[in-house]
Nanobody, 122 residues
Framework: EVQLVESGGGLVQAGGSLRLSCAASGFAFDGYVIGWFRRAPGKEREGVSCIGASDGTTYYADSVKGRFTISGDNAKKMVYLQMNSLKPEDTAVYYC???????????????WGQGTQVAVSS
């Protein structure tokens, strides 16, 4: 059974940091791209960052460049999203997902986790 389980969300003040974790199981992790996405209230789901498990190539949305860092541990089948200098507009449910291509388009991802809430207060 394919599973992606996010953790690490919470409430933080603006300027603070959080580290999200995504634990993957049930599929050939090394052959996939793992992405982080978010959905803010009343908005569409948007791509935040992704990493290729095989080569470590990373991509970031312009809105998070320089503040967020994605990393992975293939041995543990884990992907992390370090979020620094958080802003109130980063408030959203954050999801990790797995797919075959390095893209921030959520439609290209096959497997999804249930999400973890991040709330940033001003």
């Amino acid at each position: 059974e394919v599973q992606l389980v996010e953790s690490g969300g919470g409430l933080v003040q603006a300027g603070g940091s959080l580290r999200l974790s995504c634990a993957a199981s049930g599929f050939a992790f090394d052959g996939y791209v793992i992405g982080w996405f978010r959905r803010a209230p009343g908005k569409e789901r948007e791509g935040v960052s992704c990493i290729g498990a095989s080569d470590g190539t990373t991509y970031y949305a312009d809105s998070v460049k320089g503040r967020f860092t994605i990393s992975g541990d293939n041995a543990k089948k884990m992907v992390y999203l370090q979020m620094n200098s958080l802003k109130p507009e980063d408030t959203a449910v954050y999801y990790c997902a797995a797919g075959p291509a390095a893209t921030l388009n959520p439609a290209e991802y096959w497997y999804w986790g249930q999400g973890t809430q991040v709330a940033v207060s001003s």
